[in-house]
Structures are given as C-alpha cells and as structure tokens.
C-alpha cells in the first residue's frame, strides 16, 4: 500500500470553520495546488512563540500524526518546509536548540466545528427559501 501524501489533509473540506478552504483541483495543477494548500493552511494555523518555547498547531496535525512523521518532533521538521518567514526561521531555531519535550511546549487549537458560513449566507438562503 501506498503511503498517504499528508498535504491531502489540507485540502480535504468539511464545512467547518477551522477546515482548509475549498478549492477546485485538477489534474495539470494538482503538485502546485497541493503545496499552495497545504502552505496556505499551515501559515495560518501555526503559531509560534519563540520566548515561550511554545507552538500551538491545528488539530489536524494530532488527529493525522502519523502520516506527518513517528514523533512531535518529526511533525515540526515537516512543518518546517509549509511555513514561510518568519515563522520557518523561528521554528527552526526552537528544534535546533534541541528543546527536549519537557521544555517544548506543544498544544493543539480548539478545531471550530462551527458551519463554515457568514451570518449574511445563511439569511439569504433564508430569505430566498422563503
């Protein structure tokens, strides 16, 4: 069995409010568009501070650990090539300080499961249901 691309799990949608974007794929822009998502998505849902050793990371990178590397750390060395500057740089000093995991603060966001809708959408579907 092949193994999982892990770039699949950002641009899988679900509707909720902490999912990646919808978009449309296709087969001539498949590489490009995957890389664009999943550096889109990790740009946003990365936070990093430095001072605290401390970086927050979706959901989606405790719920799909495996198919990112064996360990946190693994997780962060992939992370490393989704994330642009400043926060590539910032990362990559925290792993190359070899924080050992009692000094390496690592949580996970609240995934928002909310409908990933604005309350103008949903009054007009309302309206025009009506």
């Given at each position: 069995m092949r193994r999982c691309d892990p770039r699949i799990h950002f641009t899988i949608n679900r509707g909720a409010r902490s999912c990646p974007q919808i978009t449309i794929y296709s087969s001539t822009n498949l590489e490009k568009a995957?890389?664009?998502?999943?550096t889109?998505?990790?740009?946003?849902e990365v936070d990093i501070i430095?001072?605290?050793n401390e970086i927050h990371l979706s959901k989606?990178?405790?719920?799909y650990r495996n198919d990112f590397g064996r360990s946190e750390t693994d997780v962060l060395r992939w992370i490393i090539k989704y994330?642009?500057?400043p926060k590539q740089s910032l990362l990559k000093t925290l792993l190359d300080r070899q924080c050992t995991k009692d000094n390496l603060h690592i949580s996970y966001k609240i995934y928002d499961w909310m409908l990933?809708?604005?309350d103008d959408?949903?009054?007009n579907r309302i309206h025009i249901a009506n």
């Open positions: 995957l890389n664009l998502a999943t889109s998505y990790c740009n946003s430095p001072e605290n989606l990178f405790l719920w994330i642009d500057e990933n809708i604005h959408q949903i009054s």
